[in-house]
Nanobody, 124 residues
Framework: VQLQASGGGLVQPGGSLRLSCAAS????????MAWFRQSPGQAREFVAA??????LYADSLKGRFTITRDGAKNTVYLQMDNLKPEDTASYYC????????????????????WGQGTQVTVSS
């Protein structure tokens, strides 16, 4: 499975961006599709996850970020609104083949495949 992330860029505080992550190859069944982010010197941080049964967000991001999936395109999106300088990071998409309980969706070690990062910079 290959994951291609795109949509990052430079945006002013309060602005919006939409990230995309397209899955290709032997995708088969997809249990969880998720976004994580990482800033220099920081640990990788959970952002949001999508499954057929639920969507899940980091508590600090609820209301500003929205994760959706287009099954026909095998693509997951992350709509980011009201962006803040602290949202600056490299954003990574990830896929887990099988389902996992909600608490497990937050752990990066539970994912099987990762895309390359796409840089988001929020600055005036």
């Amino acid at each position: 499975v290959q994951l291609q992330a795109s949509g990052g860029g430079l945006v002013q505080p309060g602005g919006s961006l939409r990230l995309s992550c397209a899955a290709s190859g032997r995708t088969g069944s997809t249990g969880v599709m998720a976004w994580f982010r990482q800033s220099p010197g920081q640990a990788r941080e959970f952002v949001a996850a999508w499954t057929a049964l639920n969507t899940l967000y980091a508590d600090s991001l609820k209301g500003r970020f929205t994760i959706t999936r287009d099954g026909a395109k095998n693509t997951v999106y992350l709509q980011m609104d009201n962006l803040k300088p602290e949202d600056t990071a490299s954003y990574y998409c990830a896929v887990r083949r099988s389902r996992i309980v909600v608490s497990g969706q937050r752990q990066s070690s539970n994912y099987d495949y990762w895309g390359q990062g796409t840089q988001v910079t929020v600055s005036s």
